[in-house]
């Protein structure tokens, strides 16, 4: 077996994992495609521990880490996906804009969603106008107003 | 190393890994252009079995079966639930993509020109006869429990502590100290 024939099927997979996790707008679907960034680097272990014989088997057993590894980051992540839905009702990459300044067309319509906690069940669709967390009940309200202050 | 045989007379092996790494790739390059969100999940799948019988293909047989187990189990199993947790459209949506694509495929399309340039220029000569046996559990699992002990404990810790953390990330019950 020719080495470069796994190396540019693995570099090939890597390319298109970072362009899926470029392109997509869907958080689960960056997800899955940095599931297929991991896999590009699993097949270069074998395929190298499988060329240079390694008494050790670095290759293999790396190969085994990072697997669980992955496991372990996507269940992490499907609960910090579940969280996110749960609070603001998308998993939309770009409407998650919450670290950037608000630009001068968007009336703080990205902030909004966060500052009324909801809490519980799922309440429907998030208020996205403008003032949206103050048709939240006055104890969400002034709770953000002390978490405001918290923070400034 | 031992002397490279041609690229023209490509053994039986070759061929089946590169037909199983086109079958990888083509069901890859799906995963990232299907407009359905599950059918994304379902194309994973196929993509990551066509990487268990390239790990086969390479006498790596624990990590193939590892990789049927834990990939096409687990993981694609995880991910159809987070699909359906969080209420995403079933059936064909349009804006799965974001804007900048455009931009997202210049840069995939320049590392993977990089990468394949790069590694073909440097593994022109490599080769690697596969002789059957080195990848078995036997052989890994002593591999593990002689050389690799302290990674595979620290593993362990890691592996307990992300299910603690997805636990407390998933309940709402669980309220920080104010």
């Known amino acids: 077996m020719h080495v470069v024939y796994p190396a540019v099927v693995s570099a090939l997979l890597f390319s298109i994992g970072v362009y899926g996790v470029l392109a997509r707008r869907n958080t689960i679907l960056v997800l899955m495609s940095v599931e297929l960034m991991l896999n590009a680097v699993n097949l270069n272990l074998v395929a190298f521990d499988v060329w240079l014989r390694d008494r050790l088997h670095g290759g293999q057993v790396l190969t085994l880490f990072v697997i669980v590894i992955a496991a372990a980051e996507v269940g992490l992540g499907l609960a910090i996906i579940l969280a996110l839905y749960r609070n603001r009702q998308t998993v939309d990459l770009d409407r998650l804009r919450d670290l950037a300044e608000p630009t001068g067309t968007g009336d703080g319509a990205a902030r909004d969603p966060v500052r009324g906690p909801l809490r519980g069940p799922l309440r429907g669709p998030a208020p996205t106008g403008s003032g949206g967390a103050l048709t939240d009940s006055g104890q969400a309200v002034s709770e953000s107003a002390t978490r405001s202050g918290e923070t400034s | ?178």
Not at chain 2, 66 to 84: E, T
Not at chain 2, 107 to 133: H, K, M, Q, S
Request: with cysteine; aromatic share 8%; glycine share 8%.
């Open chain 2, 1 to 178: 190393m031992t002397e490279a045989p041609s690229y023209l007379s490509p053994t039986g092996q070759e061929i089946v890994f590169l037909l199983l790494g086109a079958v990888a790739v083509g069901s890859a390059l799906l995963v990232v252009t299907t407009r359905q969100l599950v059918h994304a999940a379902l194309w994973l799948v196929v993509c990551f079995g066509a990487l268990a019988g390239g790990y086969l293909v390479l006498t790596a047989e624990f990590v193939a079966w590892v990789q049927v187990l834990i990939y096409v189990g687990a993981i694609v199993a995880l991910l159809l639930f987070g699909i359906m947790l969080t209420r995403a459209p079933i059936g064909r949506t349009a804006d799965l993509d974001s804007r900048n694509r455009p931009a997202a495929a210049v840069v995939a399309v320049a590392t993977a020109v990089v990468l394949v340039t790069v590694v073909i220029d440097g593994f022109r000569t490599a080769y690697a006869p596969l002789e059957p046996g080195g990848g078995s559990a036997k052989e890994l699992g002593s591999s593990i429990f002689r050389n690799w002990v302290l990674p595979f404990e620290a593993l362990s810790v890691l592996l307990l502590a992300a299910l603690i953390g997805a636990i407390v990330l998933s309940r709402t019950d669980i309220r920080g100290r104010d």
